[in-house]
DNA sequence: AACTCAAACTTGACACTGTAAAGATCAGAT
DNA sequence: ATCTGATCTTTACAGTGTCAAGTTTGAGTT
């Protein structure tokens, strides 16, 4: 085999990472009951007991999932984002188009990052990770703060909003309460709930 | 031991009810990983493989007790609105009370109700009791409906919000972001949000 | 260059899980 | 009284997480 530039620490190369992607692959292909450590093991090629060396048990190898998880969360928003329009609130619609879009295109990672235990108990790295992905959906609401209030009102009825609707759409909890909320497109629909909550700043 | 009223179809008495009990026990007490096919059997005093002849599997048993969640959750709103003012809106505030009760209440059912496969796969019960809990959503919704416009749209945002705020609550979301917003109170904090969205019907 | 030794990984085992097949038991109908 | 079918048990098997040992590897030390 010809050398790798990459350093092999030790056997396998990076087999923290790869018990990641292999975590995710497993998720996006059979759904949440697909991810498990031997599973995964056997997708590094590496023995079942293998991962205990890399996390601690398989809540480890999700918390470390969900990490990631949020890293490519905040990754869709940010593409939606750039792909929008320049005003505020096409910025805001496009955040929580990437917000919908991700949790379409990946609901069972998205169910493992928002059904994980709870803050209180995440490593630290999670809980930057989560408040990273976060700080985008705040900076877009930013702009549609009315002056004296504090932030956290709308950022929470955005944040609620986008965030029920898509977990809402995801369990396909809306087709069967009115099939033509699924005909006129996801996004379509989300979109027309913002218009009307996201008001112009000036009151 | 003296006779029940109750008549005991065969050996149990009536398994099947048992068995759901002791599941929604199971969830509350020890969380989802809790919910084993093995201890519900265990619970009930029968051997582990008489659940299969109740339920088509795992899968059958939580959708089984997915639905009677579903009653659990529509009694919830519905408690809720009985102690709630007379008027429209205290109407819809205690609706939304009972929903993020419930989910507070009963997280891990809560989860169970939501997460379960698409409703296209559900079975025709569990679909009715799902329809039958968002009817009283539904209800309190339509006096904020403008006129002219489709019901639909005004029942999305109120739904999509309440969830997506009690989903967040539920797993701990709002704690790093805002401690205050836990410390306000979660019943508080949503009604808030509500007042902003819920405006009268007359434009 | 040889040694040391800790990290990375393997092997084997155990308890628990869901599921299937086959047998036993019992209530009610014939 | 017997039959029948639903209810439940017993037994077995594959897959899972986790633990306790042993083995390999490679980097640093002397």
Redesign the pocket.
């Known amino acids: 085999m010809t050398d790798t530039p990459i ?7 990076d ?2 990472a790869a018990l990641i992607q292999a975590g995710i692959a497993l998720l996006t292909e059979g759904g949440k009951d697909s ?5 995964c ?1 056997a997708r590094a ?10 996390f601690d ?4 190898l999700r918390g470390a999932i969900a990490q990631e998880g949020f890293r490519l969360f905040r990754l869709s928003m940010l593409e939606a984002r750039a792909t929008a329009g320049d005003n505020d609130l096409n910025r805001l619609k496009g955040i929580c188009s990437g917000y919908l879009n991700f949790a379409i295109q990946n609901p069972a990672l998205f169910d493992l990052i928002f059904s994980a235990a709870p803050m209180s108990t995440f490593e630290e790295g999670l809980k930057q990770g989560t408040s990273f992905a976060y700080e985008v959906l705040r900076e877009a609401c930013a702009p549609f703060v009315p002056v004296g209030q504090d932030p956290i009102v709308i950022e929470t009825q955005v944040w609620s909003l986008i965030h029920g609707y898509s977990h809402l759409y995801m369990a396909g909890r809306f087709g069967p309460i009115d099939p033509s909320m699924q005909a006129r497109g996801p996004i379509d629909a989300v979109m027309s709930l913002l218009d009307g909550l996201a008001t112009p700043p000036k009151a």
Do not use: E
Request: glycine letters at 14%; proline letters at 7%; hydrophobic letters at 35%.
């Open positions: 350093q092999k620490p030790h056997h396998h190369g087999l923290r991810l498990t450590l031997r599973k093991a090629g590496v023995s079942h007991a293998a991962p205990a060396h890399h048990g398989l809540a480890g």
